[in-house]
């Protein structure tokens, strides 16, 4: 979830001011901290939604929230914590897990929903921008490379591993001239 300040322009949004994240394996938040974000593990909290919403001083809730686990609960959870006119952005979901939808729910605060399923070569170009300058630190994202494959082993090393195994991985490098990147 993202609050970002009512001042700063929406085409900044990449500068947001405060990042929670909101998971419950403890790698993934560990990483998070250590990228700068506030952590928040939901499986600690009987109402993660009021506890999320209270972590910000007037309590309407986030600017933007990220789903990016594609369930029922997270799903509804980014749209619950965000506050008037917010928007809830549906990064990962999957085919064979259907999710009911109450349009109330973003109608009531005229909130909004949209996904995002792929990259194009626009976000390509505005990371590689942001890195040139110094937006997003080099070591930082070195650190979101939890192990790297093969390319003969992408499909059992990298990416089962990545649906089967996230309680220990982040992000598996698939190596296409070996290891020695």
Not at 39 to 50: K, Q, R, S, V
Not at 57 to 73: L, R, Y
């Amino acid at each position: 979830m993202v609050r970002i300040p009512d001042d700063l322009p929406l085409d900044l949004a990449a500068l947001a001011g405060r990042i929670v994240c909101s998971e419950p394996a403890a790698i993934r938040r560990e990483l998070a901290e250590k990228l700068g974000a506030e952590t928040f593990n939901p499986m600690d909290h009987d109402d993660p939604i009021l506890n999320l919403k209270n972590m910000l001083p007037e309590t309407e809730g986030f600017t933007a929230s990220f789903d990016c686990s594609g369930i029922q609960k997270t799903f509804d959870t980014s749209i619950d914590v965000l506050g008037p006119g917010g928007t809830a952005v549906n990064v990962a979901i999957w085919p064979n897990v259907p999710i009911q939808f109450v349009p109330m729910c973003l109608t009531y605060q005229e909130k909004h929903s949209t996904g995002s399923m792929c990259y194009v070569t626009k976000d390509f170009k505005e990371v590689i921008e942001a890195i040139a300058k110094g937006l997003i630190d080099q070591e930082s994202m070195k650190l979101l490379i939890t192990g790297k494959v093969e390319a003969k082993d992408a499909i059992e090393g990298g990416f089962m591993q990545l649906i089967n195994h996230k309680e220990t991985n982040v992000k598996i490098m698939i190596a296409p001239n070996g290891l020695d990147m």
